[in-house]
DNA sequence: CATATCTCGTTGCATATGCAACGAGATGAT
DNA sequence: ATCATCTCGTTGCATATGCAACGAGATATG
C-alpha cells in the first residue's frame, strides 16, 4: 500500500496544501489565525451571533471560540456582550474595524483559491465540489450511526 | 456569503471531518500521532527510508519528522541510525513491534474509512477522488507559478 | 423555597507546535 | 589545508492546543 495514493491521506494532505495557501494570506498578510478567520467571516456575514451559533457553523469547539474571539476582541475587531435571554451566553457582533478589515482581506482570499482553481478544469471542479458535498453528507451520516450503536 | 457554502471552508471542514473519524481510531486505540502514524505507515510500507524522503513524502517538516520520530522510536516501533554515506542524514526502519502494530491499525483504520465512504455512491466517490487529484495537482502548480513570480 | 443537575464560558495545566538558533557534517573556493 | 557557506537534525523558547476542572447561570425536582 502506498501513502500517496491512499484515500485519506491525499484527502487531508490536498485539503492542508490548498488551506495553507490561503493562510499565507490571511495570516501572513492580515495576522489572522484560522479560527479567527472564520470567527470573522462569519460576524461580518452575519452581524450579530452568539457563542453556540459560532461554535455550530465553525465546527469549533467551546473553547476554541472563546479564545479566538479574546483575540479578536483584543484587536478591536469583534464585540462580546452578555446575552440578555440567557446570561450565560455570549452575543458577538463586528465591529466597524472588524468589517472593514474583511472587506480587505475576503478578495485576497478570493483571488487566491481562484488563481488555484484556475488550474483546474471546469469538469474537475464540478466533480470536486459533487464528491465534497456528499462526503460531507456520508460523514455526518456515519456519525450518527455511530452514536446509535455506541447509545 | 455564506461561510457553510463556501468552498475553500467545505474543503477543510469535511476534510478534518473525516480525518478526525480516523484519529479515533488509530488514536484513541492505539495511542498514535497523525505524524506517528503517517511515518510508521510509510516505514511499515517501504522498509527503509532516509530523513529527507520521510519529509518528502510526509509533506511534514523537519522538525515534525524529527519529533514524531522520536516518540515513535521512545515507544520501539521505529529504529533510527546515522547514514553512513552522509553522516547529517538517518535512516529509518520500522522494528518488528512497528511493523505488527501497523498489521493491526491499518485494517482498523480502512474499515473505518470503508463505512464512511459505503454512505456515498460510487459514482460520488469517483468524482471525489478525480476531483482531489487535480486539486493536487493545481496545488502543485500554483506553488511553482508563485515561485516563479516571488524570485 | 431549597437543592440537585445541566449548560455555558473561561482558565490551569500538561503537552504540542512553529520558528529561530545552534552544532555537526558536507561542499566549494582559494 | 583553511575558511566560508550550505544542508541536516535537534533543541529552546514562546505560543497554541486539548482536556479536565471550575464557577456562573439556568432548569428541574422536591
Redesign the interface.
Known sequence: ????T??????????????R??VQVYGRTFGLS?EEW?LL??LA?AGQLSSLQLAQ???LDKVQVSRAATRLENKGLIARAVADNDRRLRQYTCTKAGRSLFNQV?PA?QSC?D???????DE??S?????????????????Q?KVKMDG
Open positions: 500500500m502506498k501513502l500517496e491512499y484515500f485519506p491521506y491525499q484527502l487531508a494532505s490536498t485539503a492542508e496544501a490548498f488551506s495557501q490561503l484560522r472564520r467571516f462569519l456575514s457553523r465553525t465546527t475576503f482570499v483559491a488563481a488555484i482553481l484556475e488550474h483546474m478544469s474537475d471542479i466533480k470536486l465540489k459533487e464528491g465534497l458535498r456528499a462526503l460531507q453528507r456520508a460523514v455526518v451520516e456515519y456519525g450511526d
